[in-house]
């Protein structure tokens, strides 16, 4: 279904309209795990200031910091967490190694661990 709407421009009004973030989310490749939009993400990075979550797409800690290094401030991934492929320790460790500012574990699971 073609809206006619652009979606970057889309969202530059959205930004304008008070929004505080937003979830990008590629329909063609959501579920794929063929990576996420970079050219979405870089595009909406470059015309706004407002936090983006890449989401739809992502198949490895790879894609994940392809998004990052593409302007996403977050990341949201789901396939490759339900099919087991990887753990989501393993996905932040792997990021936290390319540079990727990570938190590995939130301060309550870490006071249950005794950290």
């Known amino acids: 279904l073609n809206t006619g709407m652009d979606a970057v421009g889309w969202l530059v009004e959205g930004e304008r309209r008070g929004a505080g973030e937003f979830v990008l989310n590629s329909m063609d490749a959501d579920g794929t795990e063929s ?27 790879e894609h994940m910091i392809s998004a990052v290094r593409a302007g996403a401030g977050a990341v949201l991934a789901a396939s490759i967490f ?34």
Do not use: N, Q
């Open 35 to 61: 990576g996420y939009d970079l050219d979405l993400i870089s595009a909406v990075a470059e015309k706004t200031g407002v936090p983006i979550v890449a989401s739809g797409g992502a198949g490895g800690p």
């Open 82 to 115: 339900h099919f087991g492929e990887y753990s989501i320790r393993e996905v932040k460790e792997h990021m936290m190694r390319a540079g990727i500012p990570i938190r590995l574990a939130g301060p309550r699971v870490e006071a249950e661990h005794g950290r």
